[in-house]
Every structure is written in C-alpha cells, then in structure tokens.
C-alpha cells in the first residue's frame, strides 16, 4: 500500500515541493486582478462570525479545498461543537452537533437538520446504517453550521443539536461573470486507503444574463488503516462513488432583478460484500448494499432595486434518498435474513415561499424574513417491518425579525408554527388512520455592541420535535413531541492595529444551556430504562488572529457536560457527551501564493463515567498551498497535506471504529 510510505519520506516529499514552489513564487510578477485571486495576506483561513448573536460557522469554496476531505462529516469536524461517527469510514460518517445526531444505533437521532440547496435531508432511524448524507464535498461552494436551536427556525422544527445547510458551485465561480467557458480539473490521491478522487468541473457562460454548470467527480477509497497499521474495517471493501451536479441560472426581467435557477445533482455508493452493521459493533452478516442520493430545485428570485420589502423566493426542491441491500448468505436465520434484505427509501418534496423585507418603523430598522412550506415525506415500508411506510404531510409558516436599534442594539425574535399528519402504508396494517400533531416554537435573541469592538449577545428559544413515521407501531410515541428549551449567553470581540499595525483579532465564546425533555427516540427493551430527558451545558470558543505579513492563527474549542433521566428517575452522564476537544492552526502566507500551516487537533480524556471512558489525544496536521497567479502555471492550485503527522493510534469518542493513521494526500486542480 502506498501508505507504507515512511514520516521521513512524506515529510521530505512535501518540504521539497514547498521549497521549489516557493523559490518559484519569488520569480513570479503577481496581478491582483488574475483570475484565480491570491492568497490575501492578513486573513486566515475561517472568519469568526463576530457580528451576529446565532451561533454559526462558515466554511467557504477555499476552506473546502484546503482541507481535501472525503466525506462532508469530514469536513465540518473543524467547527466547535461538532463531532464524527465514525469519520474515517467510507460508507458515510455520522453527524453529532452539541451531542445530538449520530450515535451508535442509528445514522440521526433527528435532533440535526442538514439542507442541501434548500432540500432537507437524512434518514429517520435506520438501524445501525450510517448518516444519509452522501454526497461530495467538490460539488458545494459553502457549508454553514447552525449550532443550536436559536437559529433554526427558518428551516425546520426539533433542531436541538443544529443545523448543516450546503450550497452547491454555481457557474460565475469559475467564469466569475464573464462571458467565455471555463474547465476545471482536479486529480486527487490520497496514500492511506489507496485513495484516488477526479472532479471535472464545465462552466458556460454565453451571455451575461444565463450560466450553466456541470460537475463530475469520482471517489475511489480502499480500506483504511490505523495508526498501528491495522485495517479499519477489514470487510468494507473498495467503495467507488461517482456524484454528478447540473445547475443553470437565468436572469431576466426590465432591470434584471429576475431570476430562475434549476439543478440536480446525484451521489451514488455500491458496495458489495460488506457488514450490513456500517457502526462495526455487531456482526449480522454481510449485504450487497447500494445507495442512491438525488436533489432536484427550481428556484426563482425577484429583487427589485426600488422594493426595499420585496425580495422574493419560490423554492421547489425534491430529495430522493434510497438504500437497498441484498444478504450475500442466503442461509441466515430468518430472524435477520429480512434485516439483511430490507430497501429503505425516503422522498421529500418541498414547496417554499419565503421574503426578505428591509423597512424601518421610526428608530426602529427591520431585516423580516417570513416564509410558508408545504412539505410531503414518502417512506416506503421496509421488507422486515422493522421501517415502516406512510407518508408525512408538513405545513410550516414562520417569521425572523432583525431589528436594529440604532448602532448598539440587535434584537431578534423568530417565531414557527408547523402541522403535520402521518398517514400510515397500507403494509403496515394501519391504513385508514391518521396521526396529527402541530406545535408553536420561536426564540429571542439580544446583541449590544460597545463602540470598542465588544459585543454581548444572549438567546433563549423553544421547539419541539414532532412524531416521526418510525412510531407508528406505538401508540404512545407517534402521539408525542419531543420538547427542548435552550439558554445562551456569550461574549464577541473584534478589532484591528491591537498587538502591531496592520494585525486583527476576532473571537467569538458563548454558552449553551439545553435541557430536553418527552424523548421518545432512545427507547431500552428494558422497561423503565428509557431515556426521558436530557440536560446538556457547554462553552464553545472559536478565535482568530492575523498579522500583516501573513502570520495567523485560528483556534476554537468545545467544554461541555450532560446528563440524562429515565423514565425511572435514574440520572446518569449523558451517553453521547463528546469529549472536551480543541483545534488551533498555526500558518504563514508568503507573498500571494503560498500558505503554510500546521494543525493541532486535541480531545481531553473522557472519564466522568468509569463504564464509559474514552482516552485523550492530540494529532497534528500538516499543510501547504500553492496558488501561482501568473506565467505557464496560472490558473493551477497545488495542495499537499499530510494528517495524522505522527501515526497516532486513537478512537475519537462516539466512534466505534479507530480513526484513520497518517495520510498524505496531493491535489492538483487546473482552470483551462
């Protein structure tokens, strides 16, 4: 395997390709205005959202580059209070924001919302399959994380962990509004796993009003190993995934104010002879399995400049979400032989009409986001029973006003409003019932900024999460919603010219406060063992700090602590706390092309339960860029990283499997 590459070689390998390009950059005449941009000097590599009381991280197209991941998981683990099920496994990674999501029974808990262009995805409760969230991370152009439930309410109900939104590439990022075509080609291998990714990115733009993309990239990844050497999951097989997107935009109306934007995209993973139990903790047999992952929209925006409260959007978007397995031993009990068998398929069809009106009543300046949703969830019946079929009709209306008063004061109240009625297959022996259920959920969030640069912001905010398809073989569940309050408290800081001219500093700590309560999804065989309630607290931090000459510094970290009731009172640690964990980047942009950093990713040891204990570690990551701007090499990105620098052996804590050993990874990406 190509990871038998020794450290010495790796690191020899990426020090000389650093040396040469950097001789090279020195030679180089740069243009400020060359297509691909340069590496701006005084910025580092993630923006701390200092401005707003929500908690968010953003990772934008450069980030996403940077980092070279090979699942979206594995490319949002960098964001405080986010943390991997089972991140090096190439079947799909798990999800867990704030301690909701993934576990180790289930892909989601259905705590964490995760939008794709607006079209809302994930499983319910397959049992012991991973997160639904298959796709590429070469075919989206940012990814921002919610954390918490304040910021939600414009996109769903029951989000007590957060949510992920992905926005796909859109044409003018390679053309960047110029009429021409452009090709983008990126060849990517990685050395543990045998990893080999090709993304073939077209954009057309034939006149300045209409834009069209097309994107192919396939990913092809072996059995990973550990940092002893040994493979992570021995039976999983070499796993090939093609993912294709095609996305046009066209701009129209008198003053241009008029848009239609149409896309689809598709992910599909085939996997032959492997565990049917994706988590590695049981051994059920082995499945054929396949996975189909489809987005469709159709978009249309009107924006007049001279309607200051009309900025409407009409989305229909479709998802459609299939897993289908097939035992390869035929001569399983019949007990598990229909698990085996059993195809899973969910679409979800979504009608949304949403406004952003900008309008001032006195002292008083609104930013008012109001928006309706018809939503219709098909589930089809599993084959074993064990998921059941119906179909999930959601009405949702809801409202975020922003007001701004005067330069200090921020004051955001969200409110929604959602109904629903599940009606059951006909396979499941309930045809001609129907299971209603609605709630009122909302928020209020408070900002002041002091004319220094400080900020203190807090938040409170209710939702509730409603009965899902899965209950409806028990009575009791399908009647009840799942209830969370949440408290948040913080403080941001952000200015310039502080330690040395030309240097800024932003950093962003808040703190969390969740208690949860009417849980129906951890459900024991054991009666009285099932878990009722949740209480959760944490801080999370995330710091940035640049200089002029191209220094920076970014670091962010997660503190937290839970506890759990059942419903015969028993208090114990809450079984998904995450550990206590940190990520600081140290790097240096020299001139405009070439960015180097180092990466220290640390988690404490958990040992608050002494059945649950999970040992700390620290890993180091190493990387470098090179982005020349002129001469026979404009237009191409080179990125080398090597992660897991020094070989550790470690299982990051919610994982059942070891996380991957040292990886070195080249990429090589040219605009024609």
Wanted: glycine content about 10%; aromatic content about 8%.
């Amino acid at each position: 395997m190509l990871k038998t590459l020794t450290l010495r070689a790796a690191l020899a390998a990426s020090t000389a390709l650093v040396s040469a390009t950097s001789s090279f950059a020195q030679d180089l005449d740069f243009d400020d205005s060359a297509y691909l941009g340069e590496l701006v000097l005084g910025e580092s590599k993630r923006d701390v959202a200092t401005e707003t009381a929500i908690p968010t991280t953003t990772i934008d197209a450069a980030e996403i580059q940077d980092r070279q991941a090979g699942t979206i998981a594995e490319l949002i683990d960098s964001v405080p209070g986010v943390n991997l099920v089972n991140g090096s496994t190439a079947a799909g990674s798990g999800i867990n924001i704030r301690g909701f999501g993934a576990n180790e029974t289930f892909g989601t808990d259905q705590k964490v919302l995760i939008q794709v262009d607006g079209a809302t995805k994930g499983s319910e409760e397959l049992y012991r399959i991973g997160s639904q969230l298959y796709t590429d991370p070469y075919l989206y152009r940012e990814i921002e994380v919610l954390r918490g439930t304040i910021g939600s309410f414009e996109y769903g109900s029951g989000v007590f962990g957060g949510v992920v939104r992905l926005e796909s590439i859109n044409a003018s990022d390679l053309t960047q509004g110029e009429i021409g075509t452009r090709i983008r080609q990126t060849l990517q291998a990685s050395s543990n796993g045998n990893g080999l990714v090709s993304s073939t990115t077209l954009a057309w733009q034939p006149t300045e009003n209409a834009e069209f993309l097309a994107n192919y990239t396939y990913r092809k990844l072996d059995v990973r190993e550990d940092g002893n050497g040994d493979e992570i999951n021995p039976e999983g097989g070499d796993i090939g995934d093609p993912s294709w997107l095609v996305k046009g935009k066209f701009t129209f109306g008198e003053a241009l104010d008029q848009s239609l934007t149409l896309s689809y995209s598709e992910t599909e993973q085939d996997s032959q002879d492997v565990p049917y139990d994706t988590f590695g903790t049981a051994d059920f047999g082995n499945v054929d399995r396949t996975i189909s992952n489809k987005v469709a929209i159709a978009r249309y925006n009107w924006n007049p400049a001279d309607k200051s409260w009309l900025n409407l959007t009409a989305e229909l978007t479709h998802s459609d979400e299939e897993v289908t397995s097939q035992a390869v031993d035929r001569t399983l009990s019949p007990f598990v032989l229909p698990l085996l068998d059993a195809d899973n398929r969910y679409e979800t069809t979504t009608l949304r009409l949403k406004n952003e009106a900008l309008f001032n009543t006195g002292l008083l300046d609104h930013t008012l986001r109001t928006g309706v949703e018809w939503i219709k969830r098909e589930r089809q019946d599993a084959t074993d029973g064990s998921a059941p079929g119906g179909d999930k009709d959601v009405f949702a209306i809801y409202a975020v006003d922003e007001i701004q008063i005067g330069d200090a004061w921020t004051v955001t109240p969200a409110v929604r409003y959602e109904s629903q009625t599940i009606t059951p297959d006909a396979a499941t022996g309930l045809s001609g019932q129907e299971f209603n259920a609605d709630a009122l959920m909302g928020g209020l969030a408070l900002r002041y900024a002091f004319a220094n640069g400080i900020a203190v912001f807090g938040s409170a905010s209710y939702t509730e999460n409603l009965p899902i398809i899965d209950d409806l073989f028990n009575s009791t569940l399908i009647n009840q919603s799942e209830k969370g309050t949440t408290y948040e408290i913080g403080v941001s800081y952000e200015g310039d010219s502080i330690f040395a001219t030309g240097d800024t500093l932003a950093l962003k700590l808040n703190y969390y406060d969740q208690s949860l309560r009417d849980l129906t999804t951890y459900r024991s065989f054991t009666p009285g063992n099932s878990i009722v309630d949740v209480d959760r607290q944490g801080y999370e931090l995330e710091a940035s700090y640049t200089m002029a000459n191209g220094i920076y510094v970014d670091f962010n970290g997660h503190i937290s602590d839970g506890t759990s009731t059942t419903e015969g009172g028993t208090v114990a640690d809450w079984r998904q706390n995450p550990a206590d964990n940190l990520r600081l980047t140290l790097g240096k942009k020299i001139n405009k092309s070439i960015d180097l950093s180092w990466e220290l990713e640390a988690a404490k040891r958990y040992d608050r339960d002494a059945t649950d204990i999970s040992p700390g570690y620290g890993v180091h990551n190493i990387r470098a860029t090179f982005l020349p701007q002129q001469g026979v090499f404009e237009g191409t990105e080179v990125r080398v990283s090597l992660e897991n620098v020094l070989d550790k052996q470690y299982t990051p804590r919610l994982s059942t499997r070891a996380a991957t050993g040292r990886n070195l990874t080249v990429s090589v990406s040219k605009v024609f």
